[in-house]
């Protein structure tokens, strides 16, 4: 097993660039941890999907990851980095396989794992993939961020039955009305998931009305 030592993890839900951390995010200091090289398909379904890794790998990386905690050092059970010859992530899994983290490493510490990972051969790695997160290249994480917020907006509008405010921001969107307000609802919703244009324009009306409440 080969291990890189002396890291810093800010594991969250999606994948971000360690240029997006926010001060207020909890890093994790790693002092030793596993350094798996995997093929470059392997490491982008990984990275933008959720998925199960099998027992077998589970069993691989089990305990072999510590971190600095108060001058100790405390064994976490499935910790690990993930490497080709151009990218590294650090992933965190539960006992189930399920991957619960994702990281980015810093610069430095990224083009070291890679320049260790060049004398590792890669590893057969397996695992299910559950959810493709189909997220624009160009969307940052105050972008993701923004539209989770929107979509709340839009859920509790339609949960406190506001329909009148959702009529408006369908008509606004498409320029037509629908007396069905499930389908109002849904198709507000699909334009959200979907960053189209009509997003930004629910965004801007929902920012308006919650500045004059």
């Known amino acids: 097993m080969t291990y890189i030592y002396d890291i810093l993890l800010n594991f969250q839900d999606n994948y ?6 926010n001060n207020n995010d909890k890093i994790t200091h790693i002092k030793r941890m596993p350094l798996i090289k995997i093929k470059d398909s392997d490491f982008q379904n990984i990275k933008n999907s959720l998925v199960i890794f099998d027992n077998d790998f589970l069993a691989t990386i089990r305990c ?7 001058c100790e050092a405390n064994t976490l059970p499935y910790i ?15 006992k189930n396989g399920k ?3 994702k990281s980015s490493l810093l610069l430095d510490e990224s083009d070291e794992a890679i320049e260790l990972a060049n004398n590792l051969k890669v590893y057969p790695i397996n695992y299910s993939i559950k959810q493709t997160y189909n997220i624009p290249l160009w969307q940052t994480r105050k972008d993701i961020t923004e539209s989770k917020l929107v979509l709340k907006n839009i859920n509790e509008l ?6 009148s405010k959702l009529n408006y921001l369908f008509f606004e969107c498409f320029g ?38």
């Open 64 to 70: 072999k990851t510590q971190i600095f905690k108060k």
């Open 99 to 101: 991957i619960i983290g």
């Open 80 to 94: 690990c980095t993930l490497c080709t010859d151009t990218e590294t992530m650090g992933i965190k899994i539960n």
């Open 158 to 163: 339609f949960k406190n039955k506001e329909y």
């Open 176 to 213: 037509y009305e629908d007396k069905n307000i499930n389908n109002v609802f849904l198709k507000i919703k699909n334009e959200i998931n979907n960053f189209t244009d009509n997003y930004y324009k629910v965004r801007d009306i929902l920012k308006l009305i919650n500045t004059q409440k």
């Open 16 to 21: 971000y660039d360690f240029f997006e951390w």
